[in-house]
């Protein structure tokens, strides 16, 4: 990369953030990182009387034995005499969850060995170490250790090394807020020193509760989109963010005068309308699309969190659901998050036409813009590729480019100028999009930006027949001759092939059962090529893209039907 491209992707990038996280990472980078600590002098730690938790959800975890770490799907044996916190071995991210302690909840462990556990982290990671005490990890890390106290009702008899640790994290979290972050990171520091505001007393703790809700105040309208979506674009951290909301509202439903009633039904109404929305893109086999940023086996199944949010909000129903809908079209609305889709029976599509994020914190967005799912018989058939890790990889930088989805590319150039592992310069941005029903179909119309440069817009139409087909028609508006490439991913459960001079290609299970038909304009070539599918962290499976491509004068148009086996 020459000086001047790496120049613009500085630039571009740089021009989205806001000042504050500008002044707040220089601050981070030549002042505070010179500090060898900030002082944490010992407190009378004190707990708050009359606190309690009901039963909480955590993220989904492998159930191993005692002396097995598995995360993202890469196993460690560990014997607790010389456990290694650093695990130099693993990846950045293998080493968060290590430190996050979500394995509180392992139930094949007993008590002693989670106490173990707490006891030689404590002794072992002194202040300042890297990935032990970076904030993200400390806010989960002490919600974690918070919930376990409390679930084994441990606060009046745990031993005191672990209040001071505790009492400590929450010191050092309070004077390193990722104010140069913000978006998701923000939100878990202030659920944290919530937590911890409310498990201890005393002016400290107080004033960590007090910063916390101000913060949540201001996130929770700014993070959750008016239709209920989060604002980060991803089905994954939707789910995260909606349980950090249930967690904080089920420790106020069991502790006495933490917040204001007010403050309590604001976080209600919120979590409610992220629930809604949570349902409605539920695919039917109970879990998420795999939009930007998401795999599955991180965060629980829906009706999972479903349960759990009738238990905290104490309502037996909440009128949304993901099961199956009959003979009707269900149509999917969901304007600010972006998200258009329709639902009959088991069949799903959504399609993904909103912003990559917000501007200011686009870490997690994928190149997708009109990128699309669709389920046939409760069975994902058309997929997106997920996302395998979070490393500056190969794999992550094909995961969140334009031909790792369902959608279009332009003259071999990506929709957006994707960089680094978390980086986003020249970015898309949709146009319009808008979902309609008719007597006997339903249409979805959307549009971006992405190829602005070159002075062409992006159209999609995908319109369903109410039954079983789906026509897809791509239209590039501008002027010029340009080369256009529309892929279709498939699941790996499936494969393509190809009718002999035809444009039509089959969608085989299998047992070589035909599942479904893709019928192509005679006037584009069409490849069967092969991808990579990730459906979660770590794991990498591969499956068949079908590549159509047409070069011409613009305008453009690439069409091609979806036809269900009857």
């Known amino acids: 990369m020459d000086s001047v491209t790496r120049l613009s992707l500085y630039f571009n990038t740089v021009r989205y953030l806001k000042f504050t996280q500008i002044a707040w990472y220089a601050y981070r980078r030549f002042i505070q990182s010179k500090r060898t600590a900030i002082c944490l002098s010992d407190h009378c730690i004190t707990i708050r009387p009359n606190i309690a938790i009901g039963s909480t959800l955590g993220h989904v975890l492998a159930d191993t034995p005692f002396g097995i770490f598995k995360f993202l799907n890469v196993n460690q044996t560990f014997d607790l005499k010389c456990l290694d916190w650093r695990a130099v071995n693993q990846s950045k991210l293998w080493r968060y969850n290590l430190h996050y302690f979500d394995f509180l909840s392992q139930t094949r462990w007993s008590l002693q060995q989670r106490l173990s556990l707490i006891q030689h982290w404590i ?276 995961a969140r480019s334009t031909v790792a989805h369902n959608t279009v590319r332009v003259d071999q150039r990506e929709q957006s100028e994707i960089w680094g592992g978390f980086r986003l310069a020249r970015r898309a941005k949709p146009i319009t999009a808008c979902l309609s029903k008719y007597t006997n179909r339903v249409l979805f119309e959307g549009a971006h930006d992405a190829y602005r440069a070159l002075g062409i817009v992006h159209r999609r139409y995908i319109e369903y027949d109410g039954a079983s087909i789906w026509c897809v028609t791509d239209v590039l508006e501008g002027k010029g001759k340009h080369s256009a490439e529309s892929f279709i991913h498939i699941h790996p459960n499936y494969h393509l092939k190809r009718l002999h001079n035809q444009n039509q290609v089959l969608v085989l299970n299998r047992n070589k059962q035909t599942i479904a038909k893709i019928k192509c304009d005679l006037n584009v070539s069409i490849e069967i090529n092969c991808g990579d599918y990730f459906p979660q962290f770590g794991v990498k499976q591969a499956n068949h893209v079908l590549c159509l491509q047409k070069t011409s004068v613009l305008p453009l148009v690439i069409s091609y039907q979806i036809i269900k086996a009857s």
């Open 123 to 398: 002794q072992n990671n002194p202040v300042g170490v890297e990935d032990a005490w970076e904030p993200y990890t400390v806010s989960l890390r002490v919600v974690n250790w918070i919930k376990f106290i409390l679930s084994f009702r441990l606060h009046q008899k745990i031993d005191e090394t672990v209040l001071i640790s505790l009492y400590r994290q929450i010191l050092w979290l309070d004077k390193n807020i990722e104010y140069h972050i913000l978006a998701n990171h923000y939100f878990k520091n202030a659920v944290a020193l919530f937590f911890g505001g409310v498990f201890f007393s005393g002016k400290i703790a107080d004033r960590w509760l007090l910063k916390a809700k101000r913060i949540l105040t201001q996130q929770i309208s700014e993070q959750f989109c008016a239709d209920g979506g989060h604002f980060e674009s991803s089905p994954m951290y939707h789910v995260i963010m909606l349980m950090d909301c249930l967690d904080v509202l089920n420790l106020c439903q069991h502790s006495d005068g933490i917040a204001e009633q007010k403050w309590i039904d604001t976080l209600q109404a919120v979590a409610e309308k992220a629930l809604t929305f949570l349902c409605d893109i539920t695919f039917p086999d109970g879990d998420i699309p795999l939009f930007n940023d998401s795999a599955l086996a991180i965060v629980p199944k829906t009706a999972d969190v479903l349960t759990y949010a009738k238990t905290v909000l104490n309502k037996s129903t909440f009128g949304c659901s993901f099961d199956a809908c009959g003979h009707a079209v269900k149509l999917l609305r969901y304007p600010q998050t972006g998200y258009y889709g329709l639902r009959k029976a088991n069949d799903m599509l959504i399609v993904d036409c909103g912003p990559m994020g917000p501007a200011y914190q686009p870490g997690h967005a994928h190149c997708d813009l009109l990128s699309y799912e669709l389920v046939l018989d409760a069975q994902r058939v058309i997929v997106d590729s997920g996302v395998y890790d979070y490393e500056c990889s190969q794999n992550r930088a094909y």
